[in-house]
């Protein structure tokens, strides 16, 4: 076997590998799917920066059930408001720490949030935020403008959320309160 | 209490002998157009309209063509069709020949001719009359009722038609301001109280006259729009009422003979639609003591159904009769197809705070650029089998819009009615984004009765005593929410 034809087999499988690669592993990533790429594309993994906190308000169930109540919090830092938004989302999702009560339903996560380029904000949650949730008129409005009050007023670039369940649109949580839109700031929960 | 009914147009369909001529109405007069009947179908003749309409009419190979400024229509005497500028429609029957002329179906007319003549044709069948262009031609049908030694008269004019009423000597003329009028009879029988009022009658295109009798003494008339409709009431009195109406004696008055003009249920709330929230496996809120929303608010809806339907007159539909769930817009459908008048959907609310308590009555919030969205006024559409149609177009989820302000008028009234009867929240009255009132295309309003979550307001929720306040509550609501639409107040 001559040097030559050495190189060239070598070659060949060398081109066969990368080949290979790209049928399997390449393309699949940059096709992956719609959800997932767009989830990566708002909400790059880019970590807080170390330690690095702002301060943000927050929403619970205030005393007479009827209204939320605004409580300041520190949220760790993102980079760009779809971070940012991700990072405030986390904090008020989380279970409540006594005497608070959170409107969102308990095992509720967080799977990405999108920012549109007009503002408009779109949170996917987790499937517990409409099966784990109590129902009634007020409940649901709670959940829903806790959620969105906490973007909204904390980002000034964000004008408007539209909850996503497990990826996709839904009419309601628990039946009430129409998530076909985007729905605006309203401080008229909060006392 | 006798009541007549005189719907005038159909009147003369009854009276005159069969077949009627079809009255063409045209800016420049009127004329008929004789009509013939082949088993039992009303047809025209092809001449007569191309007489009338200038067509040209050529029969050629089994098809008859009919042109008008280089448009065609064919039809062929075995087919119940027309070919009007390419596109098929359908006729009641084929052409039928007669003689040496052909006759084709009088829907011929809206359904072929009216989609390539270049005026507008309004054929209206049930009164003979085939309308060209836009001439103001309501549709005119009356109401007499003797009402004691008092007798009252209503006229509605549909689409709307403002009119004068004048006395002279022994008879009232109502001088509508139309081109003419869809009640072309002029022999309408005489009411049913011939003392006050002997007859009444079209005595021009645009004039209803009244003959009054001897027992007459005064009138009085007012008049009311109803949607597209003017409604006019003339009270018609003899010297006893006169006296009854015009006099202050001290002594306590007796009932009034005349009951106030616009007070019919029949004008203002025909429909209600009662929607009992979630069901099937959507139990909506739970109790702790194991009450679920799905059945209280079944419970309830059923007797508001019994108490509004037994007592007030008014169909009511339920959007659920049983343990199962509705689409959503399977809900409202049912409500906008059917015209319902006013919405009412039933909850029970639940708060993670068990102390929150009392009823809500919640009204629908839009984003503030939603009412851009919303066409101001209806728009002119061609319809299927030709002529033209004021047609509205709202987004279906937004139809609430346009009712805001009524669904605030009837959330008033309801919460006056519910206070003190059952506990109301600290804010008994909100405006939300809430799914099932925004493609309400009436007023609407979603009742959350209390709180499942309270102990003992699931206790009294489950209840005959709450229940029986809540109930009579909303029907006194639509009782006087009925009434301030027959009166104009919210309007």
Request: with cysteine; glycine share 8%; charged share 20%.
């Amino acid at each position: 076997m001559t040097p030559q034809r050495t190189g060239v087999i070598a070659g060949v499988g060398v081109a066969s590998a990368a080949l290979v690669w790209l049928l399997f592993f390449g393309l699949p990533r940059w096709y992956g799917s719609p959800a997932t790429s767009a989830a990566a594309a708002a909400a790059p993994s880019a970590p807080a920066a170390a330690g690095r906190k702002i301060k943000a308000r927050l929403f619970y169930v205030g005393d007479d059930g009827a209204r939320l109540v605004g409580v300041e919090r520190d949220v760790p830092f993102g980079e760009g408001t779809a971070q940012q938004a991700k990072e405030i989302i986390s904090a008020q999702i989380a279970p409540a720490a006594d005497p608070l009560v959170s409107a969102v339903p308990p095992g509720t996560s967080l799977r990405a949030v999108f920012v549109t380029e007009k503002g408009d904000a779109y949170v996917d949650l987790s499937r517990e935020a409409s099966a784990a949730h109590p129902g009634g008129s007020l409940n649901e409005l709670l959940t829903v403008y806790t959620i969105v009050n906490a973007v909204t007023a904390n980002l000034p670039a964000v004008t408007a959320v539209q909850l996503l369940i497990d990826g996709k649109p839904v009419e309601t949580l628990a039946g009430h309160v129409d998530l076909r839109r985007p729905l605006e700031k309203n401080l008229a929960w909060v006392q | 209490m006798c009541l007549a009914v005189l719907v005038l147009a159909r009147s003369l369909a009854s009276q005159a002998p069969s077949p009627l001529p079809l009255t063409v109405l045209a800016k420049d007069g009127r004329r008929a157009v004789p009509t013939a009947s082949v088993n039992d179908q009303e047809f025209v003749a092809l001449d007569d309209l191309a007489a009338a309409f200038q067509l040209a009419i050529h029969e050629e190979s089994g098809a008859i063509t009919i042109t008008y400024k280089g448009k065609t229509i064919v039809v062929t005497p075995d087919q119940p069709l027309a070919s009007v500028s390419g596109r098929l429609v359908s006729l009641p029957a084929p052409p039928a020949r007669a003689g040496r002329r052909w006759l084709v179906p009088i829907e011929f007319i809206s359904r072929a001719l009216a989609v390539v003549y270049d005026v507008r044709l309004d054929l209206r069948k049930a009164s003979h009359l085939l309308i060209v262009g836009d001439l103001r031609v309501p549709r005119i049908t009356a109401r007499y009722e003797p009402l004691g030694s008092a007798a009252r008269l209503t006229i509605d004019a549909t689409p709307r038609a403002t009119s004068s009423v004048v006395q002279e000597n022994d008879r009232i003329t109502i001088k509508f301001d139309a081109d003419a009028l869809d009640a072309v009879d002029p022999q309408i029988p005489p009411p049913a109280a011939p003392s006050i009022v002997q007859a009444i009658r079209v005595l021009d295109p645009v004039t209803v006259s009244v003959e009054l009798g001897p027992r007459f003494s005064a009138f009085r008339a007012s008049t009311q729009q109803v949607d597209q409709t003017m409604r006019l009431v003339i009270d018609f009195l003899s010297p006893q009422s006169t006296t009854d109406a015009g006099t202050a004696p001290a002594a306590p008055s007796p009932t009034p003979e005349l009951p106030p003009a616009f007070t019919q249920p029949t004008s203002a709330i025909r429909t209600v639609a009662i929607d009992a929230g979630h069901g099937g496996e959507d139990e909506g809120a739970k109790g702790a003591g194991g009450a679920k929303e799905k059945d209280l608010v079944l419970a309830v809806a059923r007797r508001l159904k019994a108490a509004i339907e037994g007592r007030l007159g008014i169909r009511v539909l339920l959007t659920r009769d049983g343990d199962h769930n509705i689409a959503m817009d399977d809900r409202m459908a049912l409500a906008n197809n059917n015209k319902a008048d006013l919405f009412i959907s039933l909850h029970t609310n639940a708060s993670l705070r068990h102390g929150a308590s009392g009823a809500t009555i919640y009204t629908a919030a839009f984003p503030r650029d939603a009412g851009s969205l919303v066409p101001p006024a209806p728009e002119r559409l061609p319809t299927f089998g030709g002529g033209l149609r004021d047609i509205e177009l709202v987004p279906w989820d937004l139809a609430q819009i346009r009712h805001i302000d009524q669904s605030a008028s009837f959330a008033g009234i309801l919460l006056e009615q519910l206070r003190g009867r059952v506990p109301l929240a600290a804010r008994p009255v909100e405006r939300a984004p809430l799914r099932i009132l925004e493609s309400a295309n009436m007023p609407a309003v979603l009742v959350e009765m209390g709180f499942l979550t309270n102990p003992d307001q699931e206790r009294k929720l489950v209840g005959n005593e709450f229940q029986t306040a809540f109930v009579q509550a909303v029907y006194d609501s639509v009782l006087k929410f009925r009434d301030a639409l027959g009166a104009g107040g919210t309007r």
